[in-house]
């Protein structure tokens, strides 16, 4: 059966929430970008809809400190989260980042797959293992964007999507994983692929 190809470049900025609550009515199909402090969430979500000032991007760490929600239809929408880890914030603001964070994770029922990114040079930290252990225990389907990959020659790209690719082997068919930049564009069909599978019924 053919799926519809989802329009990425009419995606609109919704709304920010600072908790679960305050989140849209929890209806139709969503798709969750999660990913330490400035792994490249935003740009990423920029470059997959042609439109820089969509998401708000920072070099400083932890500039995404609600979830922002972008609409692609009346019923599919795109989630930048909260980033996770490092970020230059207080103790207590990441600890409410961080219980928002499993809040929005365990009970949205829209929710129908996490991209979680991580920087091709620094991948698999123990925060985005968290993301992997609970995406494997709630059945939640993964798919890893391994980011800013033209800050590494092919042969090293390639290394480190393979040393990956390897660790997700237990999650088995739930996890994937790819190569992806936001600054020269590249990446982007796989992952498109991916979020028509998740965001259609």
Same mark, same amino acid.
């Given at each position: 059966m053919d799926k519809s190809t989802i329009n990425f470049q009419l995606a609109k900025f919704v709304t920010s929430a600072p908790s679960l609550d305050q989140c849209p009515e929890d209806i139709g199909r969503e798709v969750a970008f999660a990913g330490r402090s400035n792994?490249?969430?935003?740009?990423?979500? @920029?470059?997959?809809?042609? @439109?820089?000032?969509?998401?708000?991007?920072?070099k400083t760490p932890g500039r995404?400190?609600?979830? @922002?929600?972008? #609409?692609?239809?009346?019923?599919?929408?795109?989630?930048?989260?909260?980033?996770?880890?490092? #970020?230059?914030?207080?103790?207590?603001?990441?600890?409410?980042?961080?219980?928002q964070l499993e809040n929005y994770l365990q009970k949205r029922e829209s929710l129908q797959g996490l991209i979680v990114l991580m920087d091709?040079?620094?991948?698999?930290?123990?925060?985005?293992?968290?993301?992997l252990d609970w995406a494997a225990s709630a059945d939640m389907p993964v798919h890893i964007l391994l980011t800013k990959a033209d800050k590494l020659k092919r042969g090293a790209a390639n290394a480190t999507l393979l040393q990956v690719r390897s660790a997700l082997e237990p999650l088995?068919?739930? #996890?994937?994983?790819q190569l992806f930049s936001a600054l020269k564009h590249t990446g982007h069909e796989e992952l498109t692929a991916i979020l028509d599978n998740w965001l259609t019924s």
């Amino acid at each position: 059966m053919d799926k519809s190809t989802i329009n990425f470049q009419l995606a609109k900025f919704v709304t920010s929430a600072p908790s679960l609550d305050q989140c849209p009515e929890d209806i139709g199909r969503e798709v969750a970008f999660a990913g330490r402090s400035n792994a490249g969430k935003s740009s990423a979500i @920029n470059s997959l809809t042609k @439109n820089n000032k969509l998401a708000k991007t920072s070099k400083t760490p932890g500039r995404t400190q609600l979830i @922002n929600f972008f #609409a692609l239809s009346e019923s599919q929408r795109l989630v930048d989260l909260p980033g996770y880890g490092f #970020a230059k914030v207080p103790l207590k603001v990441k600890q409410e980042w961080t219980r928002q964070l499993e809040n929005y994770l365990q009970k949205r029922e829209s929710l129908q797959g996490l991209i979680v990114l991580m920087d091709i040079r620094h991948p698999l930290q123990p925060f985005d293992q968290q993301m992997l252990d609970w995406a494997a225990s709630a059945d939640m389907p993964v798919h890893i964007l391994l980011t800013k990959a033209d800050k590494l020659k092919r042969g090293a790209a390639n290394a480190t999507l393979l040393q990956v690719r390897s660790a997700l082997e237990p999650l088995g068919e739930r #996890a994937s994983v790819q190569l992806f930049s936001a600054l020269k564009h590249t990446g982007h069909e796989e992952l498109t692929a991916i979020l028509d599978n998740w965001l259609t019924s």
